[in-house]
């Protein structure tokens, strides 16, 4: 049974028929007390319109698919509850991304991207499963583990001006990703990453504005990240410069 | 059915209007210009203080100008910003691990702040005001 009714703005684009993405304005949508956002767009999608496209999949803040601008701020559509909005709320896609259709974007960038700055543990010595687990104490474990959070929903990638102004920018998610890595005692790769990571378009490139860290839905802090990463990369340019340095 | 994505521009001179954490972030920045002119000024008023007392005399008279003291409050203004929304962000910066645990950002915080005041203090003793 609903308790209330919503009116819902969505921002539409039909590449086939559309020239630029237009609102559409969803009225009286039925909604109950424990809905989010993403459960009325479904609603719309079985009850009112079936054109209407947008991503998601587990519902439960974990596969980071459903992100979305929501009355202005990036979110996660199945964590934004709709008790918490007014009767209006309007629904973008995310910002900094071509739109592909709806609610949908392109996100071919952010995956080449996080690719670059090889997002895997790059062992000393790579060992067969014979030879056993890399061991590491719950402390190594904890230096890392928040930056471990991240679900790649781009809310950061949306919030971040400096990626809206210039996409050459590696950008948050996929910096927090590295910094995760060069700090897991497992791995040896912070040199491997560093023509990516320290470069101007990587860590130089990020003014800390700090949007990132915000809207992160894990709390994994993406801009704290990168400030740590200019620490050491200046670090390692101050030693190189020392006679006998690194 | 082709693609055809639709690439939404951002703004290049008025995005950081377009938000609360922008204009926040933007404010955070124009107070390094205010830190910057500050230390500009005292840096001639040393270099006056160094050509003689006349010079001198002009400097101070120009600091102490209606105009110089308008400055000189929107200066500190603008430093109070300045240093509030820095030492903010340190635990993000700062992250210091003992063993399991970190170091509250909390303390991280107050110890910059509590630092500031130590060197605030003995600034004023070395000036003759304290």
Redesign the interface.
């Known amino acids: 049974m609903s308790t209330r009714e919503i009116t819902l703005k969505v921002l539409r684009?039909r590449?086939?028929v559309?020239s630029?993405?237009f609102f559409q304005t969803y009225e009286k949508v039925p909604c109950e007390e424990e809905w989010v956002v993403l459960d009325a767009l479904n609603y719309i999608k079985d009850e009112i319109d079936r054109t209407l496209s947008f991503r998601w999949s587990c519902h439960m803040f974990v596969c980071g698919s459903c992100g979305m601008v929501i009355n202005?701020e990036p979110k996660l559509s199945c964590k934004a509850f709709l008790r918490d909005y007014g009767k209006k709320i309007t629904v973008e896609p995310l910002?900094?991304f071509?739109?592909?259709r709806d609610l949908v974007v392109?996100i071919d960038d952010f995956v080449e991207k996080l690719l670059s700055v090889k997002p895997w543990v790059i062992p000393k010595v790579k060992k067969s499963l014979d030879d056993g687990a890399y061991n590491q104490t719950?402390?190594q474990l904890?230096?890392f583990k928040q930056y471990s959070m991240c679900i790649n929903c781009l809310l950061c990638y949306s919030?971040c001006?400096q990626y809206?102004?210039d996409n050459s920018f590696v950008g948050p998610a996929s910096l927090a990703l590295a910094h995760r890595y060069n700090m897991d005692s497992r791995d040896v790769g912070r040199k491997a990453r560093e023509d990516v990571v320290a470069s101007a378009e990587g860590i130089w490139e990020c003014?800390?504005?700090?949007?990132c860290?915000?809207v992160c839905p894990k709390d994994v802090?993406p801009?704290?990240a990168i400030?740590?990463i200019?620490?050491t990369s200046a670090i390692d340019y101050v030693m190189s410069m020392v006679p006998g340095g690194k | 059915?082709?693609?055809?994505?639709?690439?939404?521009k951002?703004s290049?001179t008025t995005?950081?209007l377009t938000?609360g954490?922008?204009r926040s972030?933007i404010l955070h920045?124009l107070s390094s210009f205010f830190v910057a002119i500050y230390t500009g000024i005292l840096i001639m008023g040393l270099l006056r203080l160094g050509s003689g007392p006349e010079e001198w005399a002009g400097w101070l008279e120009g600091v102490t100008s209606p105009a110089g003291i308008v400055f000189h409050l929107l200066a500190f203004a603008f430093a109070i910003i300045h240093t509030v929304s820095w030492f903010k962000?340190v635990?993000?910066?700062m992250?210091i691990?003992r063993?399991?645990d970190f170091v509250p950002g909390q303390l991280l915080v107050r110890a910059h702040y509590g630092v500031l005041a130590g060197v605030s203090v003995v600034v004023l003793i070395l000036a003759g005001i304290a």
């Open positions: 684009y590449p086939e559309d630029k993405p202005g910002a900094n071509p739109i592909e392109v719950p402390a904890k230096s919030a001006p809206g102004l003014s800390f504005v700090g949007a860290s915000q802090d801009a704290g400030q740590q200019k620490i | 059915m082709s693609r055809n994505p639709y690439v939404r951002m290049k995005w950081f938000h954490r922008y972030y920045e962000v635990p993000q910066a992250r691990q063993g399991e």
